[in-house]
């Protein structure tokens, strides 16, 4: 066996295929359950949680198994989430060491045992020997790709929360977008903590949406205030507006030439909100005396040389902590520039693999 996986149900299920009438030979029914073994040993396992709250996680083929034994139905919802996270990791070849070719086929075998293992569970209730991380990785992985729709102030609560954690470090002028959040959290005047979040609240307000294959597009400030803004369904992505009368279906590029297509994703976390001009060249294009003027700062300072998590620790830390004073001083100055780079960025909803590709041309 080339992948150490335990299918439950794995001869049962390779005579239901050929009952179902899906294959036609003994042998074709072992080639589906040998791809969701690499399925499983090289995909879910990979992207189900290793770890929670710092504590090791088994992997999820053990946890599946120990579920199948005792709790059939919570088996079968997580199986389910996990058909959501193959889809949604379908374009990392480097990772799952499938390639796309045969990746298809793998997630293929997947769906036909999700069909099979639903009509096969029944309501067997036992005591499963899962730790409280495993439980709450189950109960989180389940939750997330299973929640379809969002209200507006869900998408405006996770996007800002994804801008304020996009500090750029490298470069002439550098964009210490997590320094500036934490200088404005901690200043004395009220006004000055809630213009930072008014100021994000203005970024996520520009973001184009793509509503048709043409490029035509709409803002986020023109998603319905209230009920669902947003939803996946069946993989495609609707949104709705203020004064519409219907859901709408969402469309990406996929490339710097234009290509147009509609987007498909599993969960809201795999959209992402791109530049749609470079972070970089708007700092190098524009005045940003601010800006620079952290720049100069950091680079004086014991800044960490790599590590992102390791750099924003840092200026989080210690850094602000050995500079608040003079930080403090800066707000005036630090909003000017804000005010000028929101003049400038512009941002688009984008399927978050095609923007990946993009990212690494």
């Not at 599946?64 to 709790?71: A, Q, S, V, W």
């Not at 519409?244 to 279906?249: H, S, V």
């Not at 909003?335 to 000028?340: A, E, G, Y």
């Not at 780079?341 to 909803?349: H, T």
Request: charged share 35%; hydrophobic share 30%; with cysteine.
């Amino acid at each position: 066996m080339k992948y150490n996986v335990k299918i439950p149900l794995g001869d049962k299920f390779k005579t239901w295929l050929f009952e179902e009438g899906i294959t036609t030979t003994e042998k074709s029914a072992s080639s589906y359950v040998s791809r969701l073994r690499r399925l499983f040993f090289c995909v879910l396992d990979e992207f189900f949680p290793k770890k929670k709250n710092k504590k090791e996680i088994r992997p999820f083929h053990d946890i599946f198994n120990e579920l199948h034994e005792n709790d059939k139905e919570t088996a079968a919802e997580l199986l389910n989430a996990m058909r959501e996270l193959a889809f949604d990791k379908r374009y990392s070849q480097k990772r799952t060491n499938i390639p796309e070719e045969s990746y298809s086929d793998c997630r293929t075998a997947l769906e036909k045992y999700i069909e099979f293992y639903g009509q096969n569970i029944n309501s067997v209730s036992g005591k499963v020997s899962l730790d409280d991380n495993e439980l709450a990785a189950i109960k989180d992985t389940i939750d997330t790709y299973n929640k379809k729709e969002f209200t507006r102030k869900e998408l405006y609560d996770n996007i800002r929360f994804r801008r304020r954690t996009e500090g750029r470090y490298t470069g002439d002028i550098y964009y210490p977008i997590e320094l500036i959040d934490t200088v404005f959290k901690y200043h004395h005047s009220e006004d000055t903590r809630t213009c930072f979040e008014e100021w994000l609240t203005k970024i996520v307000d520009k973001i184009q949406i793509l509503i048709d294959k043409n490029g035509q597009s709409i803002t986020f400030k023109k998603l319905r205030d209230n009920d669902f803004g947003l939803k996946i369904e069946k993989r495609k992505v609707f949104i709705y507006q203020q004064n519409g009368k219907d859901w709408e279906q969402v469309y990406t590029h996929t490339n710097e030439e234009g290509e147009v297509r509609p987007m498909e994703v599993a969960i809201f976390q795999s959209i992402d909100i791109d530049h749609k001009v470079a972070i970089s060249n708007m700092l190098n294009e524009n005045d940003y005396p601010a800006l620079a003027k952290l720049t100069n700062l950091i680079t004086d300072a014991n800044f960490p040389k790599k590590g992102k998590k390791e750099q924003v620790k840092y200026l989080r830390g210690t850094f602000y902590s050995n500079n608040k004073k003079f930080l403090e001083g800066m707000v005036d100055k630090i909003k000017d520039d804000l005010n000028r780079l929101l003049e400038f960025v512009e941002f688009e909803m984008m399927d978050g693999h095609y923007n990946k590709k993009k990212s690494n041309k």
